[in-house]
């Protein structure tokens, strides 16, 4: 895993079949994207800016820091928050409410961590500092047993932004699903998989 970069680890967490047993349905998800998307698009043709219903002002400026240090822009796709999903997620919130006490009580939990650590809270601190903080938060393997609760949350928060990226239309193209392609002709499997596979049509 040392040699995979953090983005292609994500997408191999996401289209495993663990990553399918969310505690939301595919509908619960499907309509939150909707939802965030109808925001998106009010907001960009000049409306109010998307104003979140569960986050207060403060955890969703950190929301976005977080989602996109764990999922940033690159040269094959935008960042998370260009796929809408701090949206998403304050839309989960929403609809979960069982959900939301883990949310809140974990977004404090880092910003406690920083000012144990830099005296700020998350969002005041320098790109170094937030990704040093991650590297403390970010490994199940940490031996830190006073850092079990962060490093909990954190692998729950990274879980929902890699769903709600994964699923968004930005994110399957990052994918590069090749799949739901109607074909005119199936004219059978390649020779040179049938090769490699040491078998042969009768």
């Known amino acids: 895993m040392r040699h995979i970069s953090r983005r292609a680890a994500l997408q ?5 079949p663990v990553a399918a047993a969310m505690v939301w349905t595919p509908a619960e998800a499907e309509q939150a994207h909707h939802d965030a998307q109808q925001a ?3 907001a960009a043709s000049g409306a109010k800016a998307f104003k979140p219903k569960f986050f207060t002002a403060h955890e969703y400026a950190t929301v976005g820091l977080l989602v ?5 822009k690159d040269e094959r796709s935008g960042s998370a928050t260009d796929a809408g999903v701090p949206e998403f997620m304050d839309f989960m919130m929403i609809d979960q409410p069982a959900r939301q006490v883990a ?4 977004l404090a939990l880092v910003d406690r961590l920083c000012e144990e650590r830099y005296n700020k809270r998350f969002t005041a601190l320098t790109d170094a500092e937030r ?3 991650l590297d403390e938060i970010a490994y199940t393997t940490n031996p830190d047993r006073g850092l079990r609760h962060h490093i909990v949350f954190f692998n729950s928060f990274r879980d929902l932004t890699a769903s709600g990226f994964w699923t968004t239309k930005m994110g399957i193209a990052d994918l590069q699903y090749q799949g739901n392609v109607f074909l005119d002709e199936w004219t059978g499997c390649p020779d040179a998989a049938l090769k490699k596979l040491g078998v042969r049509y009768e």
Do not use: H, K
């Open 40 to 42: 998106r698009t009010a």
């Open 131 to 133: 990704r040093a903080i």
């Open 12 to 16: 191999i967490f996401a289209s495993a």
């Open 103 to 106: 949310m809140r009580g974990g």
């Open 68 to 72: 996109d240090l764990i999922i940033p």
